[in-house]
């Protein structure tokens, strides 16, 4: 075969070559590293609290009831801790990659307290709680993808809650307030405004979908301190109850971890 004209064939012929169709290549996934470009989570969880119940506590040790003849009981109680318990709710949406816009929720509860009486003496019984919750605002200094690592603003409203278990033979007040009967339980109330600052963490488990959107299990972490500008009055049935000082200041720590579902996509 002459050699010249194999090659003229051959260079004819790679239009035809060129033209045949190929195998179409799938389109690559987004790398693991890819940030979210929008996410959404909901979390419940517990945690641990501290808060200055300090100036609450030494008001109520102040306190000393007096008997129905006008002679004073033989009284004092006992301080309240400053560490309670707390159960957390929470979720929120990232957009544009770095912003997040959401709500959370706490209700805190404390170690029960008793009055000091003497010997043989029946002890009345205080209970210290609180709930309240607010819109946080965040931006995400951490989002590959997988983890969302973010500080928050938070401003919201939180209240207070005590309940006196009069377990004396006499009615008694907490201070200038509706008496209590015996074996009663007398409720009072106090809620604020409150503004935080804190700082949290999501971590989306499980893989990413082919085109890199991910869903399923979270775990998250919270650590929060926060203010009440101010303390409102301690209040029975909408009414302040005289000289009942002010309710503890929601000013402290919380650190919660929680577990919930989330999603996201690249």
Do not use: C
Not at 13 to 26: H, R, S
Not at 30 to 39: H, R
Not at 184 to 210: D, I, K, M, Q, T
């Amino acid at each position: 075969m002459n050699p010249f004209r194999s090659s003229i064939t051959l260079i004819a012929a790679m239009p035809l070559l060129l033209a045949q169709p190929t195998t179409a290549q799938p389109a690559a996934a987004p790398p693991v590293s890819a940030p979210f470009n929008s996410a959404w989570f909901g979390t419940v969880g517990a945690g641990l609290t501290a808060h200055d119940n300090g100036a609450f506590s030494r008001r109520l040790a102040s306190y000393v009831p007096q008997k129905p003849d006008g002679e004073p009981y033989l009284y004092q109680n006992d301080e309240f801790s400053e560490t309670g318990t707390i159960l957390t709710a929470g979720g929120g949406f990232l957009f544009n990659e770095r912003y997040l816009l959401g709500g959370s929720a706490e209700m805190v509860s404390y170690p029960e307290s008793e009055s000091i009486m003497p010997p043989g003496s029946p002890r009345d019984r205080y209970t210290l709680g609180g709930i309240g919750g607010g819109v946080d605002v965040g931006y995400a200094l951490v989002n590959d993808g997988q983890t969302l690592l973010f500080p928050y603003l938070q401003a919201g409203y939180y209240g207070y809650t005590l309940e006196y278990h009069n377990n004396q033979t006499d009615s008694l007040s907490f201070f200038e307030g509706n008496p209590v009967a015996p074996g009663g339980v007398g409720s009072y109330a106090g809620a604020a405004p409150r503004v935080a600052l804190g700082l949290g963490l999501v971590h989306f488990l499980g893989s990413a979908e082919s085109d890199g959107s991910k869903s399923g299990l979270v775990i998250a972490a919270r650590l929060t301190w926060g203010v009440m500008p101010s303390r409102p009055a301690w209040k029975q049935d909408g009414v302040t109850v005289n000289n009942g000082g002010l309710t503890p200041a929601w000013n402290g720590v919380s650190f919660s971890i929680s577990v919930g579902g989330g999603g996201g996509e690249r």
